[in-house]
């Protein structure tokens, strides 16, 4: 922890160096410099020390009836990787939040730009600005190493025998990285499909928050739009589609979308692992709003069967009617323990199907019968 906070106090004293004026910044450069952080959060009862030692605790040791918050949102990682967030009462108005404090983000930007130490063409904007010589990791979880961007190792073959530079493979710009990368993470935590490594995301860039391709209908009961309201289009739309699974098609999507839903875009992508440090993008596909969810009417309609669920804590047995996720099928046709790239396959030929209002391939179906 000690090389951790030394290394941050130096960031934030050259930030603060950069931008002197930022009042915000000051305050939170001037409290870190107490050292007494860790102290102050095991005062507040929000991190646990062990008594003894007056050590951070690595695990919960105690009834899980009393476990604290920190240890259920961590899950396996210890209290030293939890994030701080920081707040600060200013008197000019702006939001104490400093993680949603717009000119901190600016000031952030501004900044890193300066810390460039070369320029070239980013192919994102089309014009001249800061290159990023490092990319973003942790995109599908906080543990995730692995980059979409990676072409600094000059010692391997990440580049050499078609480009001098690296910045020619891929020129990026540190404001363009920054955005796209925080933007893709977001939205992976937001409403991502994970299977192990491999993640499916839908979204769309007009605000509709679509549900997962992967899923099954049982899952949609979890579905919140981000700003709820009682006309809410696919709110709508999912609760008729479960109630009339067993008709309606287009004629129900006409009647459940306005005009301007049924002329948005959905956006389909998958991310995988490609080797150890590098993430690939194994496909990206876009559709119409009105042929995304036709597809999955379609999927859904066509193959549901009488779905069991675990018992509810009552003890009482509970099903439902409707196709299953992709990952019950998979398990179906090759039992748990399956070859890893032979599951992913199978998962990404069947989400392809439903994509793309497709039959279930016939080596698929026998697997399963």
């Known amino acids: 922890l000690q090389e951790s906070y030394e290394q941050y106090e130096q960031q934030l004293s050259e930030w603060a160096a950069f931008d002197p004026g930022n009042v915000k910044l000051n305050a939170v450069l001037a409290y870190i410099r107490k050292k007494s952080l860790i102290t102050d959060l095991i005062n507040g009862g929000i991190l646990y020390a062990e008594d003894s030692t007056n050590t951070l605790l690595p695990v919960w040791k105690g009834d899980k009836r009393e476990m604290p918050d920190i240890f259920e949102i961590l899950g396996a990682s210890t209290q030293e990787n939890a994030f701080i967030r920081w707040k600060v009462n200013s008197r000019d108005g702006s939001p104490p939040e400093v993680y949603e404090d717009p000119a901190m983000y600016e000031s952030w930007r501004i900044y890193t730009e300066s810390k460039a130490n070369k320029e070239g063409m980013c192919y994102v904007l089309g014009k001249t600005a800061p290159l990023a010589t490092t990319h973003p990791a942790r995109i599908r979880n906080a543990g995730d190493k692995a980059k979409l961007i990676s072409s600094n190792d000059?010692?391997?073959?990440?580049?050499?025998?078609?480009?001098?530079?690296?910045?020619?493979?891929?020129?990026?710009?540190?404001?363009?990285?920054?955005?796209?990368?925080?933007?893709?993470?977001?939205?992976?935590?937001?409403?991502?499909?994970?299977?192990?490594?491999?993640?499916v995301l839908a979204w769309s860039p007009g605000l509709l928050k679509v549900p997962s391709p992967c899923g099954n209908v049982q899952e949609w009961e979890h579905y919140t739009p981000d700003q709820p309201t009682p006309n809410d289009q696919v709110t709508q739309?999912?609760?008729?589609?479960?109630?009339?699974?067993?008709?309606?098609?287009?004629?129900?999507?006409?009647?459940?979308?306005?005009?301007?839903?049924?002329?948005?875009?959905?956006?389909?992508?998958?991310?995988?692992?490609?080797?150890?440090?590098?993430?690939?993008l194994s496909s990206f596909q876009e559709f119409t709003v009105s042929e995304y969810l036709n597809n999955l009417l379609s999927w859904h309609s066509k193959a549901r069967w009488k779905q069991r669920l675990p018992k509810d804590k009552e003890g009482n047995d509970r099903s439902y009617i409707g196709a299953?996720?992709?990952?019950?099928?998979?398990?179906?046709?090759?039992?748990?323990?399956?070859?890893?790239?032979?599951?992913k396959h199978a998962l990404s030929r069947l989400l392809h199907c439903i994509l793309h209002n497709l039959p279930i391939p016939p080596d698929l179906e026998k697997q399963c019968v």
């Open 154 to 199: 000059s010692s391997g073959y990440t580049y050499r025998g078609r480009f001098i530079e690296a910045d020619e493979a891929c020129g990026v710009s540190t404001e363009v990285t920054q955005k796209a990368h925080s933007a893709l993470r977001w939205l992976i935590s937001r409403q991502g499909w994970y299977d192990g490594d491999l993640v």
């Open 237 to 280: 739309l999912i609760k008729q589609f479960k109630k009339e699974l067993s008709g309606g098609g287009k004629e129900l999507l006409r009647t459940s979308l306005n005009e301007n839903d049924i002329k948005n875009r959905v956006l389909v992508l998958s991310l995988n692992s490609a080797s150890p440090g590098r993430m690939s």
């Open 324 to 343: 299953p996720s992709i990952s019950m099928i998979v398990k179906a046709a090759y039992g748990i323990k399956v070859d890893d790239k032979l599951r």
